[in-house]
């Protein structure tokens, strides 16, 4: 299980480097189940990029892949993208920006931010959960 303070950890590792790239962000982490353990919004972030971030947090975590392996996928099927959105009750955001967050090949969520562009959100969240010893992948 994703802990409390390994959350934390996450969201304030993720700030550094938003804060590193001149970027204000919103971080957020989820469980494997895409539940928010943590969010984090940084000043002068946009106020929208919260739920932008758990957006992203909770497509990693359902597909445990980063959140642009889905935006690719579904790129040719804007529709489908859409009906999965509405399903999902706006949670299932196909973006660049998002990591799951593995240890020892187990899903324990993701870590997704929102408030630069998807490469950089993308970014501070694979040098999160790598600097804090975790894997992006099984």
């Given at each position: 299980?994703?802990?409390?303070?390994?959350?934390?950890?996450?969201?304030?590792a993720a700030r550094e480097g938003a804060t590193e790239l001149g970027?204000?962000?919103?971080?957020?982490?989820?469980?494997?189940?895409?539940?928010?353990?943590?969010?984090?919004?940084?000043?002068?972030?946009?106020?929208?990029?919260?739920?932008?971030?758990?957006?992203?947090?909770?497509?990693?975590?359902?597909?445990?892949?980063?959140?642009?392996?889905?935006?690719?996928?579904?790129?040719?099927?804007?529709?489908?993208?859409?009906?999965?959105t509405a399903m999902t009750h706006g949670r299932f955001t196909p973006q660049t920006g998002a990591?799951?967050?593995?240890?020892?090949?187990?899903?324990?969520?993701?870590?997704?931010?929102?408030?630069?562009?998807?490469?950089?959100?993308?970014?501070?969240?694979?040098?999160?959960?790598?600097?804090?010893?975790?894997?992006?992948?099984?």
């Amino acid at each position: 299980m994703l802990t409390l303070d390994e959350a934390l950890n996450l969201c304030a590792a993720a700030r550094e480097g938003a804060t590193e790239l001149g970027v204000p962000m919103s971080v957020a982490a989820m469980d494997p189940g895409g539940h928010l353990v943590c969010l984090v919004r940084m000043d002068r972030s946009p106020w929208i990029s919260a739920d932008v971030a758990q957006g992203k947090a909770w497509t990693a975590a359902a597909y445990g892949v980063p959140s642009a392996g889905q935006k690719t996928k579904m790129e040719p099927m804007p529709n489908f993208a859409g009906a999965l959105t509405a399903m999902t009750h706006g949670r299932f955001t196909p973006q660049t920006g998002a990591v799951p967050i593995y240890r020892h090949g187990v899903l324990l969520g993701a870590l997704g931010a929102s408030g630069g562009t998807g490469e950089q959100d993308e970014s501070v969240c694979r040098d999160a959960v790598v600097g804090a010893g975790f894997t992006t992948e099984a």
